[in-house]
C-alpha cells in the first residue's frame, strides 16, 4: 500500500511518519535561495522512519544561479561550503544528515551530473 501526505512539510509539525519521504523536484533555486532549504530537509526528515529519497542539482554557482553574493548564502546557510562562487548543495545535504542517516548515490555517472538534478538515497542508521 502507498500512501501520500499533502502539506507544507516545510511549516507544519507531521502528523504521521511514513516508511520513505520523497522529495523529488522539490528543492531548487528559488527554495534556497529564499532560506527554505534547511527547514525543507528538516521537514522531510521528521516524516521519514527509515528512508528518505531525494532529486537535486549537486552544485550551484551563486551569484547566476541564486541571486545572491556568496556573503548574503553563507548568512542564510553558515555550514555552507562556497569554493570560487560554487555552493556544493551535495555536501551540503549529507552534512546536514550526517549524524543519523547514510547516503547512497543513485544517479548513474555522466560526464555533466552536476548540470542536472541527482537523486540520492538515505537509509536510517
Request: hydrophobic residues 35%; negative net charge.
Amino acid at each position: 500500500n502507498v500512501d501520500f501526505c499533502i502539506c507544507d512539510f516545510a511549516k507544519e509539525e507531521p502528523d504521521r511518519t511514513f516508511d520513505m519521504g520523497m522529495l523529488i523536484d522539490i528543492i531548487g533555486k528559488t527554495g534556497i535561495g529564499n532560506g527554505w532549504l534547511d527547514s525543507m530537509l528538516r521537514g522531510l526528515e521528521k516524516r521519514s522512519e527509515s528512508e528518505m529519497l531525494l532529486t537535486f542539482r549537486p552544485v550551484y554557482i551563486v551569484n547566476r544561479h541564486l541571486n545572491l553574493t556568496t556573503e548574503e548564502l553563507l548568512q542564510i546557510y553558515p555550514k555552507a561550503t562556497v569554493e570560487d562562487d560554487v555552493f556544493n548543495l551535495l555536501d551540503y545535504v549529507i552534512e546536514f544528515y550526517a549524524e543519523n542517516w547514510e547516503m547512497t548515490y543513485i544517479s548513474k555517472e555522466h560526464p555533466e551530473k552536476k548540470y542536472y538534478k541527482n537523486t540520492v538515497h538515505f537509509k536510517r542508521k
